[in-house]
């Protein structure tokens, strides 16, 4: 399998993350003097206090999510790097793209496979999670939800995906190409506890995913030319990595010649 990766792309993420991070730590750290000066003025003043306080709040808490969600070390994979480890055995006939950059609103991970194309969304919630009818609801106990909020989120995977799908069409649409195109939602960490009482989309865990790959069949099987154009197209971006090739082969055993 090939595998590109906008660079460029994660490594703007993360410079938001921590900024965002830092601005909604200062914001919180400012509330305390400011509540001191105003509340010696008025204490109409103090409704300020409380507008600090919540904007930096959230700001901290969305800066630390997406720290650890563009981070990748020995406790935490990254979402990409998940999806490159699962899916490393396919053949070159496949190819994963990462944060590619069509259009102006890009789609996180697609797999150009000889059937098409299939769109991959990710989640890293490590905990349970219910979909009924497309309605996603995270388990558990309220104070485990609590002290959870500042890491990993499920959202919305269902509206999430269908927007990826829209910039998929709109991009082969543009570029007068045309590919069958599928959706698939997948959760990367290993702690997931998934149950689907009704999703419009596949979902399952990352450890499923090169099965359920393996099993797609095309309908009309697409040309070298053709995928080509479509790794080309849907892997634009600001700085993207050389394509990587996973995929290994067993060496072969050459018979050696009995001495004459």
């Known amino acids: 399998m090939r595998i590109y990766r906008?660079?460029?792309?994660?490594?703007?993420?993360?410079?938001?993350?921590?900024f965002m991070a830092i601005g909604g730590f200062l914001l919180l750290v400012a509330t305390f003097p400011i509540a001191f000066l105003m509340s010696s003025r008025s204490n109409n003043f103090i409704f300020v206090t409380y507008v600090f306080l919540v904007l930096g709040f959230i700001l901290f808490n969305r800066g630390m999510q997406r720290i650890g969600r563009w981070g990748n070390n020995a406790r935490h994979?990254?979402?990409?790097?998940?999806?490159?480890?699962?899916?490393?055995?396919?053949?070159?006939?496949?190819?994963?793209i990462h944060f590619g950059r069509p259009e102006k609103n890009g789609i996180d991970h697609v797999l150009v496979h000889p059937?098409?194309?299939?769109v991959i969304t990710t989640k890293d919630f490590p905990g349970q999670v219910t979909v009924?009818?497309?309605?996603?609801?995270?388990?558990?106990?309220?104070?485990?939800?609590?002290?959870a909020f500042s890491g990993?989120?499920?959202?919305?995977?269902?509206?999430?995906t269908g927007q990826a799908l829209d910039s998929v069409e709109a991009a082969?649409?543009?570029?007068?190409?045309?590919?069958?195109?599928?959706?698939?939602?997948?959760?990367?960490?290993?702690?997931a506890e998934i149950e689907v009482?009704?999703?419009?989309?596949?979902?399952?865990?990352?450890?499923?995913?090169?099965?359920?790959?393996?099993?797609?069949?095309?309908?009309?099987?697409?040309?070298?030319?053709?995928r080509e154009a479509i790794v080309s197209l849907l892997s634009k971006g600001e700085r993207v990595e050389e394509p990587v090739k996973t995929t290994t082969r067993r060496p072969v055993k050459v018979k050696k010649r009995a001495a004459s």
């Open 77 to 96: 994979v990254r979402e990409d790097f998940a999806l490159d480890h699962h899916l490393k055995r396919l053949s070159d006939r496949f190819t994963l």
């Open 6 to 18: 906008n660079a460029g792309y994660i490594d703007a993420q993360r410079r938001r993350a921590k």
């Open 172 to 191: 082969l649409r543009t570029s007068d190409l045309e590919a069958d195109i599928e959706a698939v939602i997948v959760f990367t960490s290993e702690t």
């Open 132 to 147: 009924s009818n497309d309605v996603w609801r995270k388990g558990g106990s309220v104070m485990g939800r609590m002290f």
């Open 197 to 226: 009482n009704g999703s419009s989309d596949p979902v399952l865990p990352v450890d499923e995913l090169e099965f359920y790959v393996r099993d797609l069949e095309p309908e009309v099987e697409l040309k070298n030319e053709e």
């Open 152 to 160: 990993p989120q499920v959202g919305n995977p269902t509206k999430e």
């Open 115 to 118: 059937g098409g194309v299939l």
